[in-house]
């Protein structure tokens, strides 16, 4: 997962987890900062960039060439620059956990494909082959190209508008009334879930054995589960309240409009 | 679990979204009749668990750590078309705003994951749960078995998906444009982690979770044991009979198998040893296989490994009966004989373990 970190340690099971909750907050909270500063992205209209950001992913799944999956990933570096999102946040956290995720995954390839012969290291039975680099390089710069290109979008869009452009794709209405609430309720529940996990932290003393660990974690989650649970009767009731009859209404129309 | 972008062709990522769309189209229809009940506000906050739940890394027995999906949970509590919506929309939350799978691999990953997994845990839950009360141990252990069941059947998903990109979509130099390891490396690479790890942390989250609400909210866990109760009022009635037809349906299938003999040729892939120096069975091969000959001789791994074990009923023709018809109609009704036997016994073990 995104922003995770994986790490060992006595007790770590609880740090990691609260790591992982902040790291998610924390790319929310960027990308809804970022989607209102000025910049070229953020003033073009949502359907716009949804568009253009499926062409480009489209285009980098379909060539066979490395250079063109390069020219697409320098394209979303140029339009990150042009829309103030800070490189260097876009460098140290996304690239590089997909560097490494997909880095792992491809490594074995270079090795394992059959072709000529690059470069064999001493004192190993393996050999780099060039398909082999070729392959590895595609899956690599494919997934990162794709990052990039969608981290573009959420951090230049407000979320909503990214759901509610899905409309344009003849998504059902109600898929993307769904998208939203439960997009509303993470961001809830990851506070609710960073809160709990803090709160225990902050009751633990010494070092947890491995059983205590597992028995926390599966308690949280029944813990969070209750509150979902509690939470969606709560929202039904309000949904009721406000006159809810199961139509759906979504409010700001998009209008493309000429700069 | 989560395939990435670039890991699949795009013919097979629209394949896959293809795959989806009437699961997603019925799925969509029953919540739109049921839009102005609770179950919308339902959806969205289980799905929203679910993402949550991604990210609680469990310390596993044996020094790893492995994080739930949530199928299992959802899909007993929310039944197989409600959590299919749920754990998607969690798919696609997290493949658009939290780059985790890739935007073209959405169709692929609801597929493994939301649909499939669904489906597996209803099949799996309601076949162990049976029409035990919903307060019995057997459930709790149904659910979790049932979301070890899901995470697997998906993770093997997902493992052949990988696995024929290498077959299927290179370039004019033979150099894989996508997913490079054939099936004989993507197999045991998603299984050795999801048959131990993950399928270990969807097994303690779904049995665990289930014996919380028997506790505090029993009344959630009806939808999926609903049908079981209406079984036992209407008597043996419909159940029985949908069994019987079932019964009807093996039997048939038994007295025809002894049309299998009538197939030409070898299956693909299922050769023995000695299949390699027979030049008629060689030609059988290259003709299945695109014309590439098969190697002089057989590869020293399967020729060492196939002592390993004989079979019993070897080439369902057990060599003391004289008739093949009669041999292959024979293996059928003992393999079918087993299966039966093994599954009798399992919900006896469950009976027991509900009482």
Same mark, same amino acid.
């Given at each position: 997962m995104t922003g995770h970190h994986h790490g060992r340690g006595r007790g770590g099971f609880i740090e990691h987890t609260i790591e992982g909750l902040h790291a998610a907050m924390d790319q929310a909270l960027y990308a809804e900062h970022n989607a209102s500063a000025g910049g070229l992205l953020q003033r073009l209209d949502p359907r716009v960039k949804v568009a253009a950001l499926f062409a480009f992913i489209l285009v980098s799944a379909v060539t066979a060439k490395l250079w063109v999956v390069a020219a697409v990933l320098l394209v979303a570096i140029i339009l990150a620059a042009l829309s103030s999102i800070s490189l260097w946040v876009l460098a140290t956290r996304f690239w590089l956990t997909t560097l490494t995720l997909s880095g792992a995954l491809a490594l074995p390839a270079v090795f394992l494909t059959p072709g000529t012969v690059i470069y064999r290291l001493p004192g190993l039975e393996l050999a780099a082959t060039a398909p082999g680099l070729r392959t590895a390089g595609l899956l690599v710069l494919r997934a990162e190209t794709a990052a990039a290109l969608a981290l573009v979008l959420v951090f230049t869009t407000p979320w909503p508008h990214v759901l509610k452009a899905l409309?344009?794709?003849?998504?059902p209405v109600v898929f993307v009334v769904i998208l939203g609430m439960t997009c509303r309720y993470i961001l809830l529940m990851l506070e609710t879930a960073h809160e709990m996990f803090e709160s225990r932290k902050s009751r633990t003393v010494g070092a947890l054995t491995r059983g205590e660990q597992r028995r926390i974690a599966i308690l949280s989650t029944g813990v969070l589960l209750s509150r979902t649970l509690q939470l969606s009767n709560e929202v039904y009731l309000a949904m009721q309240a406000r006159g809810f009859r199961g139509e759906v209404f979504i409010l700001d129309d998009f209008r493309a409009k000429g700069r | 679990m989560h395939i990435p972008d670039g890991y699949l062709s795009p013919s097979s990522c629209a394949a896959l979204y293809a795959g989806s769309a009437p699961f997603w189209y019925i799925a969509l229809g029953r919540v739109k009749k049921a839009l102005h009940t609770r179950l919308v506000p339902l959806i969205s906050l289980f799905s929203a668990f679910c993402f949550l739940i991604m990210m609680f890394n469990l310390p596993l027995p044996g020094g790893t750590t492995g994080h739930a999906v949530g199928i299992g949970l959802a899909t007993v509590v929310l039944g197989p078309w409600a959590a299919m919506l749920a754990v998607s929309v969690a798919l696609v939350i997290q493949a658009l705003?939290?780059?985790?799978?890739g935007i073209t691999a959405i169709g692929a990953n609801c597929f493994n994951m939301a649909i499939v997994g669904s489906l597996v845990t209803y099949v799996c839950y309601r076949a162990m749960a049976g029409?035990?009360?919903?307060?019995?141990?057997r459930r709790v252990v149904a659910a979790g078995l049932a979301g070890y069941m899901a995470i697997n059947v998906s993770a093997l998903l997902a493992a052949i998906e990988f696995g024929i990109q290498p077959l299927l979509f290179r370039d004019a130099l033979g *150099?894989?444009?996508?997913?490079?390891?054939?099936l004989s490396v993507s197999i045991p690479a998603m299984m050795i982690g999801h048959l131990t790890i993950a399928g270990m942390a969807e097994l303690i989250v779904s049995a665990g979770l289930v014996a919380l609400l028997q506790q505090s909210d029993p009344s959630l866990l009806k939808a999926t044991a609903g049908a079981a109760t209406a079984l036992r009022e209407t008597g043996t009635g419909t159940g029985t009979r949908r069994l019987q037809s079932l019964w009807a349906g093996l039997c048939t299938l038994m007295i025809l198998t002894?049309?299998?003999?009538?197939?030409?040729? *070898?299956?693909?892939?299922?050769?023995?040893?000695s299949d390699f120096s027979n030049p008629a069975i060689r030609q059988q091969i290259a003709g299945a296989s695109l014309q590439e000959a098969a190697p002089e001789h057989a590869p020293k791994g399967l020729e060492q490994l196939s002592h390993v074990w004989t079979a019993p009923f070897s080439h369902y023709?057990?060599?003391?009966?004289?008739s093949a018809t009669f041999g292959y109609f024979l293996s059928a009704m003992f393999g079918a004989g087993l299966i039966i036997l093994a599954c009798v016994s399992m919900g006896q073990f469950m009976r027991g373990l509900g009482q």
């Open positions: 409309r344009m794709f003849r998504v | 705003f939290f780059g985790d799978g029409r035990s009360p919903i307060a019995s141990f *150099t894989p444009l996508y997913c490079p390891y054939p002894p049309l299998g003999i009538l197939a030409v040729g *070898t299956a693909w892939g299922e050769w023995v040893a023709a057990p060599p003391y009966i004289r």
